[in-house]
T-cell receptor, first 113, second 114 residues
């Protein structure tokens, strides 16, 4: 069964600090992995998407890494801002399942002043 | 604005009411989806439409009835809901068979059943 596990479930950091969120998956055969940011009460917004051949991708202060061998991904946030407070969701696509996605449970990040 | 528009943003309804959620996408996609997101739970896929045909129904109770009149519009008709149906309902669209590329969510409808 395809699964995506994220850790930690929640995280509190001070403004200006860096943090790293983790994602482990068992989706196979792998197609792509993306990280979404979801503000409270809003829809998820895509931050990055990576295929099998990509092992790092950046979007401003967000940098995602992918290790397809160990089936792990991380999202690193640099110099955090208050507006980074949100849930971050790891989503993996199965190349045999058309557009079906497997969602992680998310990491809830709170950035405090 | 993501290109996927959901209305209304908030909805409060009684258990005997009938209401509808609307989703419209302006991205030229041919697949549309309804998701339910309850508090502190992962997104749950409810329905999938490819080229206006329903291709997935994840054991959703019949009190939720989807309708897809064309590839740009998707509705979720609600009737005799229960308080546990209170959640954020998200619509998404994508281009079929692109493995999740271009998968775009709307801002959601926050539904409260009283």
């Amino acid at each position: 069964k395809n699964q995506v596990e994220q850790s930690p479930q929640s995280l509190i950091i001070l403004e200006g600090k860096n943090c790293t969120l983790q994602c482990n998956y068992t989706v196979s055969p792998f197609s792509n992995l993306r990280w979404y940011k979801q503000d409270t009460g809003r829809g998820p917004v895509s931050l990055t998407i990576m295929t099998f051949s990509e092992n790092t991708k950046s979007n401003g202060r967000y940098t995602a890494t992918l290790d397809a061998d160990t089936k792990q991904s991380s999202l690193h946030i640099t110099a955090s801002q208050l507006s980074d407070s949100a849930s971050y969701i790891c989503v993996v696509s199965d190349s045999n399942a058309g557009n079906m996605l497997t969602f992680g449970g998310g990491t809830r990040l709170m950035v405090k002043p | 604005e993501t290109g996927v528009t959901q209305t209304p943003r908030h909805l409060v309804m009684g258990m005997t009411n009938k209401k509808s959620l609307k989703c419209e996408q302006h991205l030229g996609h041919n697949a549309m989806y309804w998701y339910k997101q309850s508090a502190k739970k992962p997104l749950e896929l409810m329905f999938v439409y490819n080229f206006k045909e329903q291709t997935e129904n994840n054991s959703v109770p019949s009190r939720f009835s989807p309708e897809c009149p064309n590839s740009s519009h998707l509705f979720l008709h609600l009737h005799t809901l229960q308080p546990e149906d209170s959640a954020l309902y998200l619509c998404a669209s994508s281009q079929e068979n692109q493995g999740g590329y271009g998968y775009t969510f709307g801002s959601g409808t926050r539904l409260t059943v009283v």
